[in-house]
């Protein structure tokens, strides 16, 4: 029998928000090292410190600080209260004809009136 072990990768991550952001991250996981050829999940996590209506988030990767990618993901929309842990997500698939180098990624949380809520960051290398 061969055990069945889960587990993640956790890339270089910070949260980017201010003081009046509503939404602080306390942590950011990948299901696996981002390799070319292959779907990964994103997962971002944090604590709710104002009431709020999450919508969508705002994600744009970049290679040497220039865009390569952007998009908005609408989440199903939830209200929040302060202290409440919130969790979403993101499948992705990286192209076999990914660049190597450093990638950022910066992920903005916003409500149901496009306001940010708050922002969370992390990098990898391909």
Same mark, same amino acid.
């Given at each position: 029998? #061969?055990?069945?072990?889960?587990?993640?990768?956790?890339?270089?991550?910070?949260?980017?928000?201010?003081?009046?952001?509503s939404f602080t991250t306390t942590d950011i996981h990948l299901?696996?090292?981002?390799?070319?050829?292959?779907?990964?999940? #994103?997962?971002?996590?944090?604590?709710?410190?104002?009431?709020?209506?999450?919508?969508?988030?705002?994600?744009?990767?970049?290679?040497?600080?220039?865009?390569?990618?952007?998009?908005?993901? *609408?989440?199903?929309?939830? *209200?929040?209260? &302060?202290g409440d842990q919130y969790c979403y997500n993101y499948t992705?698939? #990286?192209?076999?004809?990914? &660049?190597?180098?450093?990638?950022?990624?910066?992920?903005?949380?916003?409500?149901? *009136?496009?306001?940010?809520?708050?922002?969370?960051?992390?990098?990898?290398? #391909?």
């Amino acid at each position: 029998t #061969i055990p069945l072990t889960l587990s993640t990768w956790t890339p270089w991550w910070a949260d980017c928000g201010n003081s009046t952001s509503s939404f602080t991250t306390t942590d950011i996981h990948l299901d696996a090292l981002p390799t070319r050829n292959s779907k990964d999940g #994103i997962y971002i996590c944090g604590t709710i410190n104002d009431v709020e209506t999450v919508e969508d988030f705002k994600m744009l990767v970049k290679l040497g600080g220039v865009t390569v990618f952007k998009t908005t993901v *609408q989440l199903d929309e939830k *209200q929040v209260f &302060p202290g409440d842990q919130y969790c979403y997500n993101y499948t992705y698939l #990286i192209p076999a004809i990914t &660049p190597s180098g450093s990638y950022n990624v910066t992920f903005t949380l916003e409500d149901d *009136q496009s306001n940010e809520m708050g922002c969370s960051k992390m990098g990898f290398s #391909i």
